[in-house]
Structure formats: C-alpha cells, structure tokens
C-alpha cells in the first residue's frame, strides 16, 4: 500500500492506493469518530463490493447502515439526494455516524454533500471504485449534485477524513469508464507534469491493458498532482481551476446530450481538445503539441470530437460554467503541453471557432 497525504491542516487525511484494501477494515476504523457508518453505494457496486465490506466491518463490532442510490449521472440530483437522507433520519443516525461512499464519482459527490449537510456535518470516507474517482473525484473534497441547467452546480467544499482506493476494484469497471478516467490522468500530465505526459505516450496501451504496475504508478502520479494543487488552493481561488481544463467545453456536452449520456471522462476528453484547439489558433500552442494530446486521447479510446450542438449552444451552456466571473467565461486554457493557464479575454467568436473546429 502507498500512502500520500492530503495537507490541509488540521482536516489533513491520506490517501490509500493498493490492491486489496476492502478487505482490511483496520484501514477504516481509526478513522471512525464512533462504531456506527452508513455505506452509501449504487445497484450497480453494492452487489460487487457492499457484502463484504459490511461483513468485515460487522466483525470488527462496527455498527453498518447501507443505501443503495439508483445508477448514473442522471440520478445525480435532489431526489436521489434525498435518499440519503431518509435511511440516515429513519435509523436515527447520529452527528457521530460516519458515511462511507462506496462507488464512483457520482456516489462520492453526492455522499460527501450528503456529509457536508446531513445535521449540518458528518465525518465520511472516499472509497472510490472507478478509476476516475481514484485519480481525481475522491480527492479534494468537491462535493455536488447536477441542476437541469448545469452540472455540478449546487454542492459544497467537504474534505473526506480518508480516501481508500483499492484498485482490485478497477478488475470488474467495463472498458468504456476505464477509459474515462484516462481522460482525468491525461490532464495532469497537460496541465502540470509534462513529464508524466511523456510517461503516458509511452505507456498509455499498458492502462488500456490495465497493467497493475502501470495503473498503479498512474493513480499514483495523478493523486500526487491533485493532492499539491488541493493543498495550495482548497477552494479554487487560483491554481485548483487549472483542473478544469477541458471541463466547461466537457459540461456543457454532459448537460446538452442530457446527463450520462456522455461519459464525464468522455467529454473532458473532446473539451480538451476544443481548449488545445483555441489554444493554437491563439498562437500559444503549436500544432505538433495538438497532434500529439490528439493521438493519446485516442490511443486512450477516447473520443477527441464533441457532439455538434451548435456553437451558440455550447456557449449559452457554457455561460453556466461556475467559473464565469462578471458574466465572463474564464477558460483554462494551454501555453504547452504542462503549462495551463486561466484566459478570460477569448472572444465568443473565437471560442465559437475552435468549438466547430472540434464538433463532429
Ligand atoms: P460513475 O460514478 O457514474 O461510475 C461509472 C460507472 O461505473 C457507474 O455505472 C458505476 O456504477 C460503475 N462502477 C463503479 N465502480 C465500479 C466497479 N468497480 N466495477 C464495475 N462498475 C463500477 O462515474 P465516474 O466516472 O466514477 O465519476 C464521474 C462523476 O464524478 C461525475 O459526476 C463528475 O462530475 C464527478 N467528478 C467529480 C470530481 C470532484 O472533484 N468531486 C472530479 C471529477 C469528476
Ligand atoms: N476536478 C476538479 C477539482 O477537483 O478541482
């Protein structure tokens, strides 16, 4: 097991990566305020993982509530939220219970926003079992839920007391979110280590073939990444938006095809390339550095072209981004490849060109 930690004072907590972690609830119990957790997962994880991480911490004398939420982006809203809620009043949880969200992004967003909000405040811990959650959504404590109007848009700033990321978990994730989550990896490498963005062209068919040295040095390196930013801009006054590459071209797509539609990963993906592409049209980033992001994403099995909305449609959603500030889009956009910068002066037209020159 490799521990990294996320520095925040005294909300601190680690992060653990390894195979075979779910069995082992003595990584789980110091981090419980007392012996009683509710387990937050989906129909889709809990028949893989719920049993027997209950199980072990039944054993172990830890009282266990569990609720299983409806699978999919689509279900990331106030309704499904609600559940939460229901089983955590209806068992009398307590402000000392811990959550524990058992499953992807969708299911670690919404239980830590259930945490931030439940009684005004619970402990919980990430134990992420997708490759995206393990690489980025786990770590930072970003917590929410999806708006008709916007994804992501109503939710809090909620750090985890402990991520465990078991990536025995990652074996039984179908080949199309292994994927997605190569899009989350892909960007660190853009925005902040080209090194590892070199160490990607050379392995990225490892990934693919989910070789656990490979995997394991990438969920590494990407958590590294996110745990300095998150450590130096916890609430994204600066560096954390850099992030977000690809991102408001990506939600807009999630939120005009109608969510899980496209997979988040997925439309990071084509965003990326919409943001590398107004990157070289304003002279910032050479066309060879283009080719090369568009060959991994590709190699990754990622798509590189968004769906053809229509450019004043990716702009009237992308005008919900939560980055906008006095009504102006604020784009992260790439100075080369490792080197992300916040641009605030693109014009519409110019945004407009770069989103056609990317649609399919
Ligand atoms: P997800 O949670 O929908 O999981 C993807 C699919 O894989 C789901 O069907 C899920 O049930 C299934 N699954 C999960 N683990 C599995 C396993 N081990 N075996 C088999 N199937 C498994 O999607 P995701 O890609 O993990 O997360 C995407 C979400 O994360 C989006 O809502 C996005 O907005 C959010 N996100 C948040 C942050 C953040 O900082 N909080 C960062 C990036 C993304
Ligand atoms: N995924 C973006 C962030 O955590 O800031």
Known sequence: ??????????????????????????????????????????????????????AALRARGVRVHAVTLPDGEEHKNWQTLNLIFDTLLAERCERSTTLLALGGGVIGDMTGFAAATYQRGVPFIQIPTTLLSQVDSSVGGKTAINHPLGKNMVGAFYQPRLVLADTGTLDTLPDRELAAGLAEVIKYGLIRD????????A?????????????????ERSCANKAEVVAADETEQGERALLNLGHTFGHAIETGMGY??????????????????????????????????????RRAGLPVQGPRLGADRYLELMA????????????????????????????????????DARCA
């Open 1 to 54: 097991m490799l521990t990294l930690n996320v520095a925040l004072g005294d909300r601190s907590y680690p992060i653990n990566i390894g195979r075979g972690l779910l069995g082992d609830p003595s990584l789980i119990l110091p981090f419980l305020k007392t012996p009683r957790v509710a387990i937050v997962t989906n129909d889709v994880v809990g028949p893989l993982y719920l049993d027997s991480l209950q």
């Open 194 to 201: 080209p090194g590892f963005f070199v160490w990607l062209e």
């Open 203 to 219: 392995n990225i068919e490892r990934l693919v073939a989910r070789e656990p040295e490979a995997l394991a040095f990438a969920i």
């Open 260 to 297: 899980g539609v496209w997979l988040h990963g997925e439309a990071v993906a084509a965003g990326t390339m919409m943001a590398a592409e107004l990157s070289c049209r304003l002279g910032w980033l050479p066309a060879e550095e283009v080719s090369r992001i568009e060959a991994l994403h």
């Open 320 to 355: 919900h981004d939560k980055k906008v500030e006095a009504g102006r889009l604020r784009l992260i956009l790439l100075r080369g490849i490792g080197q992300a910068v916040i641009h605030a002066d693109a014009t519409p037209e110019a945004i407009a060109a770069a989103i």
